[in-house]
């Protein structure tokens, strides 16, 4: 999921799902939150059931991906982590 974003810059959470035997909307609810701040900023769109991070945010792929990373997060509740921005 995170090399997708970061490399393809898309990712088609319906196939995402099915290959991982989830529902994807209650799997992440709390990542799809944090994603709509970033849509808001314009670092990804929603495009159908896709999440595709348009030209103007691939430079920040890396933020829209962290979203996924669950370690990090556990890393970001110990204080232990490095930021993007």
């Not at 995402?16 to 709390?30: D, L, P, R």
């Not at 059931?49 to 945010?57: F, H, L, M, W, Y």
Request: hydrophobic share 45%; glycine share 8%; net charge positive.
């Amino acid at each position: 999921m995170i090399g997708e974003l970061m490399c393809q810059f898309a990712l088609d959470t319906k196939a995402f799902a099915t290959s991982h035997q989830i529902e994807f909307s209650k799997y992440f609810k709390v990542e799809i939150e944090w994603l709509k701040g970033l849509g808001e900023a314009g670092l990804l769109d929603w495009v159908g059931e896709s999440i595709v991070v348009p030209t103007k945010g691939r430079l920040l792929a890396r933020r829209v991906a962290m979203t996924f990373d669950r370690h990090l997060r556990e890393s970001q509740a110990k204080g232990t982590y490095s930021k993007v921005l």
